[in-house]
């Protein structure tokens, strides 16, 4: 039998996931299994992700720093890293204003509310 790819199985576990949450909000008792036994297992899974991201990223820095030949290089990968960083910050922050602009979220909302 031939075993699925990756992406195949994380997206048919995304759908199935979906289904499952519209599924429990009909049932009375629905919400209740979601925040009791479903919602600490997520808290778990992305407070690990977050816990693997930074010796991932230091590793791998150390890694392609270590793998350089020319050491004279080193200040172009890092003027180019910076420069890359500035721009993708300016990018987010525009794409991030804009939409504020346009969508003016909690517009709606009374004060008593807020």
Do not use: C
Request: no cysteine.
């Amino acid at each position: 039998m031939k075993k699925l790819e990756l992406h195949w199985q994380i997206l048919i576990g995304m759908i199935f996931g979906i289904i499952f949450g519209f599924l429990m909000t009909y049932p009375e008792w629905g919400p209740e299994f979601v925040q009791d036994w479903i919602s600490p297992l997520g808290t778990i899974f992305v407070k690990l992700l977050k816990l693997i991201a930074i010796p991932l990223i230091l590793a791998s820095l150390v890694k392609g720093i270590s793998d350089l030949q020319d050491i004279s290089k080193f200040k172009n990968i890092g003027l180019r890293t910076i420069a890359i960083y500035i721009l993708t910050t300016i990018i987010a922050i525009s794409i991030g204003l804009v939409l504020v602009n346009i969508i003016k979220p909690g517009e709606g909302i009374s004060e008593q509310t807020i």
